[in-house]
């Protein structure tokens, strides 16, 4: 079973709609969740940190956080054409010297249609 | 603010010829990281650095070397290049979790 776990896509959805993005993942301790935008030749910018079970709002982005059901969603309210990109999902854990290690899924690549 | 830099953009090798990365930071930050990204592979760290002073192994270390010269650069360097390492390498900070990536280096190695 992977760390991280996103649906690979594409993802489409047309202009206005909520775009929904899912991640999983498998371990337990992880404590502290992000949510990167990648467009195409460039690199991971950071657009989204959750720390605690719920719903934490970024203009037209939510992100949600499921500890019990392990898994972490990012809602973008009406899409824009700008937003198609590849959205990263990272987890993050400590390992027992206190070092955090930081690991991404796959990504999900979200197409937004004008 | 420059944020993460890197140098160069984009490289060309030939088999065996080595090179090295660099990286710089300017946000006082005490982690540093080195990934990799090929295609439906996402992400996969080469090599961290803690704080200033310390490196550690990640996920794909073999062929590579880092240094960390000072709390801001954290270079990496490629002794022997080989087609595998074909890639777009990203250097990362971090103070404490959040990570911030440079504009990354387009690597090919023939």
Known sequence: QKEVEQNSGPLSVPEGAIASLNCTYSDRGSQSFFWYRQYSGKSPELIMSIYSNGDKEDGRFTAQLNKASQYVSLLIRDSQPSDSATYLCAVNTRNSGGYQKVTFGTGTKLQVIP | ?110
Request: include cysteine; proline fraction near 5%.
């Open chain 2, 1 to 110: 603010n420059a944020g993460v830099t890197q140098t160069p953009k984009f490289q060309v090798l030939k088999t065996g010829q080595s090179m090295t990365l660099q990286c710089a930071q300017d946000m006082n930050h005490n982690s540093m990281y080195w990934y990799r990204q090929d295609p439906g592979m996402g992400l996969r760290l080469i090599y961290y650095s803690a704080s200033e002073g310390t490196t550690d192994k990640g996920e794909v270390p073999n062929g590579y070397n880092v240094s960390r010269l000072n709390k801001r650069e954290f270079s990496l360097r490629l002794e022997s290049a080989a087609p595998s390492q074909t890639s777009v390498y990203f250097c990362a900070s971090s103070d404490p979790f959040e990570q911030y990536f440079g504009p990354g280096t387009r690597l090919t190695v023939t």
